[in-house]
């Protein structure tokens, strides 16, 4: 069902005169996003009439953008990678594991998108490697699905990953499983320590490589000595790294997968108003216990498209990475996994891709939907194949 608002209804009533506002501003990127989301499933990307085999219903589907920005598409994507992760799946706990940045480096990260970003993965990832590793806490080599977020609650910049991870890995010599213990996998203070020192070692090699860039209030970080006095308050302090306890199953990791992987800065389930005033929506105090948590804010439209523009990644840059056992390259890892937990690898499926296939039912009688027509960008198909039926316009 279509939410009352959505994020498009802001960009396709705000986008040009914010677009004309700040012209010369904006990255090929943003623009790139914001035309995207304004034209998701209408019929500037063209589309396809499809027709139910048991009753005849037929609907209009317009074409989804795909852009890994856009609310609307992220439910497809979702399944699509979803099913390939579910065969990856072990019979074991799984925990969640955030790592946070620090104000002071969030906000060099936030212009140096890119080379950050990637810094905060591999220092994260490499921590819960290391420290797995050591006989005097798992002792075995783990598996890590990790995602990049970029924003709070409220869609100012806040970058943290995000990891899922077996409760367990594989004793050094393969021969056998090690599990965590059933509510506790790693100690969170050994991984902050070791998480801040591999993060600002190799934040300052960036700096002194001179693959750092400053502007604005930050501009006066150019220089070494200033830049390291920048980073001399954090050095000591703790950097929290959040671990909780293990999901209750398969499915319940899965679900949360899906939610946290192909997230976007705010989803229109959030939106409460939109008008010439601006947009109101909810979102979480996490200063605040209980009901108080739950939050209502109103921005003036140019600030909401400015905050969700925030987060909109560097090209090609990949939010979704995988480690250790999960690794792309460690197809071994995880079949030794298997074969050490007696679980049988699940087939190889040649079918067709989720995204491609999936239609959703027939609305009036719940049959299957086949394509009857297909109609390219800004054009509109022929009427309905007999004069009974009754058209309905809908959305995949």
């Given amino acids: 069902m ?34 995207a989301i304004e034209h998701c499933r ?7 009439v499809e027709a139910c085999e048991d009753c005849g219903q037929w609907r209009i589907a317009y074409n989804s ?28 706990g799984y925990f969640h594991v955030v790592f946070t940045l620090p104000a002071e480096v969030a906000d060099i990260a936030f212009h140096n998108k890119a080379l950050v970003s990637d810094l905060l993965f591999k220092a994260a990832s490499e921590t819960m490697l290391t420290i797995a590793a050591d006989r005097k806490h798992l002792g075995a080599r783990i598996g890590i699905t990790a ?48 998480f801040r020192r591999l993060f600002l070692t190799r934040l300052v090699a960036l700096h002194e490589a001179g693959q750092l860039a400053f502007f604005g209030s930050l501009v006066h970080l150019v220089g070494r000595r200033a830049f390291l006095r920048h980073l001399a308050a954090i050095r000591t302090k703790r950097w929290v790294v959040y ?6 199953g398969p499915e319940a ?24 005033t601006g947009v109101t929506f909810r979102y979480k105090d996490y200063r605040r216990d209980g009901a108080d948590r739950q939050q209502v804010m109103a921005l003036a439209v140019d ?15 990949h939010r979704i990475r ?3 056992l999960l690794a792309g390259s460690a197809t071994a890892g995880l079949a030794l996994a298997r074969k050490l937990l007696d679980v049988v690898a699940p087939p190889n499926s040649d079918g067709p891709d989720v995204q491609d296939y999936y239609r959703p039912p027939c609305p009036c009688c719940g049959g299957h939907m086949i394509v009857i027509e297909m109609f390219e960008r800004w054009r509109q198909p022929r009427g309905p194949p007999d004069a009974t039926a009754t058209s309905r316009e809908t959305t995949l």
Avoid at 42 to 48: R, S
């Fill in 2 to 35: 279509r939410a009352s608002i959505e994020v498009a209804d802001i960009f396709r009533a705000a986008g040009p005169a914010y677009r004309a506002a700040h012209a010369g501003h904006l990255s090929l990127a943003q623009l790139k996003v914001m035309s």
């Fill in 42 to 48: 209408t019929a500037a990307l063209g589309g396809h």
């Fill in 65 to 92: 953008c795909r852009n890994r920005h856009c609310p609307k598409c992220q439910g497809a994507a979702a399944r699509t990678w979803l099913a390939a992760r579910e065969a990856d799946l072990l019979p074991v």
């Fill in 147 to 194: 995602v990049l977020h970029t924003w709070g609650s409220a869609m100012m910049h806040h970058p943290h990953v995000h990891m899922i991870v077996p409760g367990g890995g594989i004793a050094p010599d393969g021969s056998r499983w090690i599990s965590s213990r059933p509510a506790f996998l790693l100690p969170v203070r050994v991984l902050g320590k070791l």
């Fill in 243 to 248: 671990a909780k306890a293990p999901f209750a």
């Fill in 253 to 276: 990791v899965l679900a949360y997968l899906s939610r946290y992987t192909h997230r976007v800065a705010i989803s229109s389930r959030r939106l409460i108003a939109f008008d010439e």
């Fill in 303 to 317: 600030e909401f498209i400015r905050r969700f523009l925030l987060h909109v990644l560097p090209h090609g840059f």
């Fill in 322 to 324: 995988h480690y250790g």
